[in-house]
């Protein structure tokens, strides 16, 4: 299932990226360094929320206390859980 999230405190403005289990695929991030935001979905296609948030979770940008990588792994853990709630 295909996801859009609003992210918060980046140049990036909203992460969008399909959901399968909790396997990511297709990330394609609007706004922020262009550089970066072709590298970061070329790295995290086809992982695990898990091994998504163990590899860029937590990644700070210029002191503002998330990064467009952080965010990512936000966005894919709250969507891996609302697609669990869903199917309870």
Not at 40 to 62: F, H, M, N, Q, Y
């Amino acid at each position: 299932m295909e996801y859009v999230y609003e992210t918060e405190g980046t140049c990036s403005t909203v992460i969008t990226f399909t959901l399968k289990g909790n396997v990511v695929t297709n990330v394609h991030f609007e706004g922020g360094c262009p550089g970066n935001l072709q590298a970061l979905p070329r790295l995290v296609e086809g992982l695990t929320v898990e091994e998504i948030e163990e590899k860029i979770g937590g990644i700070d940008c210029a002191g503002r206390g998330t990064s467009c990588a952080d965010q990512l792994a936000k966005a894919v853990r709250k969507a891996y859980e609302e697609s669990k709630n869903k199917n309870q």
